[in-house]
Nanobody, 126 residues
Framework: EVQLAESGGGLVQAGGSLRLSCVVSGFTFAGYNIGWFRQAPGKEREGVSCISGNTGVSDYADSVKGRFTISIDNAKNTVYLQMNSLKPEDSAVYYC???????????????????WGQGTQVTVSS
């Protein structure tokens, strides 16, 4: 059974940092792509970053480029999202998600992902 569990959210001041973790089970990274998404109240879920579990190729939303970094630790079955220079507009529930890789392309759109964690709240105060 594929499972994903996020942790690491919290309250931080603007300009601060947080590192989110997503522990996965039930699959190996080589066959899946992993993404981080976020959803703020009244807004649609948006892709933040995604990574190929096979190649390590990653992609980022324009709003977080240069501030966020996605990475995989195979030994710990964990995907991280390092978030620096946080802004109040980064406040949201953050989800990690996965889909079984079926092509060489990396997709960062929510409808592509089949498996989701429960989410972790990130709040950035101004």
């Amino acid at each position: 059974e594929v499972q994903l569990a996020e942790s690491g959210g919290g309250l931080v001041q603007a300009g601060g940092s947080l590192r989110l973790s997503c522990v996965v089970s039930g699959f190996t990274f080589a066959g899946y792509n992993i993404g981080w998404f976020r959803q703020a109240p009244g807004k649609e879920r948006e892709g933040v970053s995604c990574i190929s579990g096979n190649t390590g190729v990653s992609d980022y939303a324009d709003s977080v480029k240069g501030r966020f970094t996605i990475s995989i630790d195979n030994a710990k079955n964990t995907v991280y999202l390092q978030m620096n220079s946080l802004k109040p507009e980064d406040s949201a529930v953050y989800y990690c998600a996965a889909y079984r890789r079926y092509s060489r392309f990396l997709y960062c759109t929510a409808h592509t992902y089949d498996y989701w964690g429960q989410g972790t709240q990130v709040t950035v105060s101004s």
